[in-house]
């Protein structure tokens, strides 16, 4: 891994890191269920309308893909998610320090971003500010009125943010080597 080589960091309603004080889709991974399983018509809204907070409108056809996208990738998606959460318990379970970035976002030198869908349904509010917390001078952009997907339900606002942060990021580190200098 080359730390030395990436310049900025931005995490979008990440599965970076877990607060045990709040439920989120961990939980149900803990217990085997798994969301991105789908089989049925209905398994696939449900995952819909957990995913965004104000779905994307998109033609049928379109979302009849995605389905059968799903439905192709099922025991993928189960065998992934079951795999990375077996023997785990709970939210609790020290095994969980492994599965997580604290460590990383406590020790990451470069420019941190993240960016939380304020409505995330998978994993809360709570969770990016844990991350945020952690990332020592990070920025925290909250999009209000988002739900798990910012970069699916309002693409221009998230992007508009990220570049924003690289832009300023960039500017800084040039700053302080030109000081340097």
Known sequence: IRPDLVKTVTLIDTAAVIDPRFESAYDDFIKGKVIFQIKTRDDFETFWKTIFHRPPMLPIFLKDYLFEQFKLNYDV?????????????????????????????????????????????????????????????????????????????????????????????????????????
Not at 82 to 87: A, K, N, S
Not at 136 to 156: C, D, I, M, Y
Not at 157 to 162: D, E, F, P, S, V
């Open 77 to 181: 998606y189960g065998r992934f998610i079951l795999d990375t959460f077996h023997g785990i318990t709970s939210r609790n379970d020290p095994a969980l320090d492994t599965l997580f970035m604290d460590r990383a976002l406590r020790t990451m030198k470069m420019p941190v971003h993240i960016v939380w869908g304020e409505c995330d349904k998978l994993f809360p509010l709570s969770y990016g500010e844990k991350a945020h917390g952690l990332a020592t001078g990070s920025r925290f952009t909250v999009l209000k009125n988002v739900g798990h997907a910012p970069q699916v339900e309002a693409p221009h606002l998230t992007a508009k943010h990220i570049k924003k942060f690289i832009d300023e990021a960039l500017t800084q580190l040039n700053t302080e080597k030109a000081s340097q200098r």
